[in-house]
């Protein structure tokens, strides 16, 4: 079956600006999570949705959100974009986000803000 | 799921040899460990799991060996091949009454000679 599919893969922001990422899990995975990568930093979770609800949130400030479907699709979103924002942003899927259920990437939006 | 911020730590291997990668974890009630691999430009990309009630898992030419003791996972690759470089990285779960918490390591970049 098909794997958690994020689009889009890149895009150029200016500063200031917003921009909506969007992520669709594997078939029949309920709980969606994102994270951030970059490489002074490494992977930092921002949150995690299962049936329409954030669960779980990391340490981000307010202009990074997100939202969860029925369909267990996600968005997130980031507003007034800085310079500092740019990176790989990385959408997971797992069955239920229990331990023990395996957390499956995506390959990532690449975003790089100008 | 955090991740330290440090300077990526590098392996060379020639090919055909074996790698082992390690990586300390943090918390002592962690009771689920996966092995990620990541290639530039791409999602992480699940390799082998295990459990806190067992220390060692095989898969194909990997084994993950778990050492809850002195809270410390390895990688093991049999025969690396060049197609093998890329950075691996550790997640610890942990879960209790619904809260799920995964906490990523800093990721080991290998690189195979040829």
């Known amino acids: 079956k098909a794997g958690v599919t994020q689009t889009p893969r890149y895009l150029i922001k200016t500063r200031g600006q917003q921009v909506t990422l969007s992520c669709s899990p594997i078939?029949?995975?309920?709980?969606v999570s994102w994270y951030q990568q970059t490489p002074g930093q490494g992977l930092q979770f921002l949150f995690e949705?299962?049936?329409?609800?954030?669960?779980n949130k990391g340490n981000f400030p307010g202009r990074f959100s997100g939202r969860q479907f029925s369909n267990s699709r996600s968005e997130m979103n980031v507003s007034t974009l800085e310079l500092g924002d740019s990176a790989l942003y990385l959408c997971?899927?797992?069955?239920?986000?229990?331990?023990?259920?395996?957390?499956?990437f995506g390959e990532g939006s690449w975003l790089t803000v100008v | 799921g955090e991740s330290v911020g440090l300077h990526l730590p590098t392996l060379s291997v020639q090919e055909g040899d074996n790698s082992i990668i390690n990586c300390a974890y943090s918390n002592s009630a962690s009771d689920y460990f996966i092995w990620y691999k990541q290639e530039s430009g791409k999602g992480p990309q699940f390799i082998i799991d295990i459990r806190s009630n067992m220390d060692k898992r095989q898969g194909q030419r990997v084994t993950v060996l778990l050492n809850k003791t002195v809270k410390h996972l390895s990688l093991q690759i049999a025969a690396t091949q060049p197609g093998d470089s890329a950075v691996y990285f550790c997640?610890?779960?942990?879960?209790?009454?619904?809260?799920?918490?995964?906490?990523f390591g800093i990721g080991t970049k290998l690189q195979v000679i040829p």
């Open positions: 949705y299962f049936s329409e609800t954030q669960r």
């Open positions: 078939s029949g995975h309920r709980s």
């Open positions: 997971a899927s797992s069955l239920i986000g229990d331990s023990g259920n395996t957390i499956y």
């Open positions: 997640a610890e779960n942990y879960s209790s009454g619904g809260y799920q918490k995964v906490t």
